[in-house]
């Protein structure tokens, strides 16, 4: 699994510090233990920075730069300027843009960029309104605008990595089995298949702080099954790149490796788990259980649903 780390992000309180005092050892050390825990790529998530965004880019590549000589960068804001300066001092190749959607103004500005720079673009499968409900939505966008944008500009289709859109669970819980059938769809709906990746994290947002692990590695077991390429994820979260290693190694040597196995199998068959795949003396295998009732949309997500 390819993972674009997500810990540089100006939503982080530290990291909001960090950058406000330009503090460039902050970022170059956690570049780095980003990339040790496994992480290829790292995201420079800034937000919008409509007044300093190209500065702030400029900044913070040359500070993360000495930590991770080696990594793909993905620039994460919606401020042009910002990406263009990020681009112009990463070498070609080693750049991701974060993102385009299919609205008109953006489809047709970002793709130019990442053609002119040599990077790859993460495409939403979202226009100007609001994200589609159904599977089938999702992809009609990516195959009736964002691909063929791609491909207009002479691009190979692998410069597109393509993003369903993970949402909450805590509100919109019905778009979490529609995202995963969303990627199913997504891997044999051209030929030769285009990458898709998700922002992992986004499906516990708003869900209390102790609950989201589980419901990131339990949903990340079922879109490895749905054929996801890459994912922005937090690599320091060791349960998470542990339920990784044992879906990739087919680690079957634990009862809960075991239980992961089996939802990769039934996910990748368009099945389900039972209650017969289940220990139920063991907790752990309880509750990865109930978080997939909760991702499938069978049960209804409370913050209490691990104690019903």
């Not at 979490?176 to 051209?190: D, Q, S």
Request: proline share 6%.
């Amino acid at each position: 699994m390819y993972i674009i780390g997500e810990n540089i992000h100006i939503i982080s309180p530290k990291v909001k510090e960090a950058l406000n005092q330009r503090d460039a050892a902050f970022f170059t050390d956690l570049a780095r233990r980003q990339v040790e825990a496994g992480a290829q790529a790292l995201d420079l998530n800034i937000g919008p920075r409509k007044k300093d965004g190209p500065e702030v880019m400029e900044w913070l590549l040359d500070s993360i730069c000495p930590g991770a000589p080696d990594a793909v960068f993905s620039l994460d804001t919606t401020n042009l300027s910002a990406i263009e300066a990020g681009l112009k001092k990463i070498p070609r190749g080693r750049a991701i843009i974060n993102s385009t959607s299919a609205d008109p103004e953006r489809l047709e500005t970002v793709p130019l960029l990442a053609q002119q720079y040599g990077a790859r673009v993460i495409g939403l499968t979202m226009g100007s309104g609001m994200i589609p409900v159904k599977a089938d939505e999702r992809v009609e966008i990516a195959l009736e605008h964002l691909i063929p944008r791609i491909l207009d500009l002479g691009m190979d289709i692998q410069d597109l990595i393509i993003d369903p859109l993970v949402l909450t669970v805590s509100g919109c819980q019905e778009y979490c089995p529609e995202c995963i059938e969303a990627v199913r769809t997504l891997k044999f709906a051209w030929d030769p298949a285009p990458l898709v990746s998700v922002g992992l994290s986004n499906v516990s947002n708003a869900v209390p702080r102790e609950m989201r692990p589980l419901l990131n590695r339990v949903y990340m077991v079922m879109l490895m099954a749905a054929g996801v390429d890459m994912v922005i994820a937090d690599p320091f979260d060791q349960e998470l790149m542990e339920a990784i290693r044992i879906v990739e190694e087919r680690d079957a040597t634990t009862p809960v490796g075991q239980l992961y196995l089996t939802l990769f199998d039934r996910t990748a068959e368009m099945a389900e788990l039972t209650s017969d795949d289940v220990d139920t003396s063991d907790p752990e295998q309880v509750a990865i259980f109930k978080t997939m009732q909760v991702l499938m949309n069978k049960v209804i997500y409370t913050d209490s649903y691990l104690r019903l």
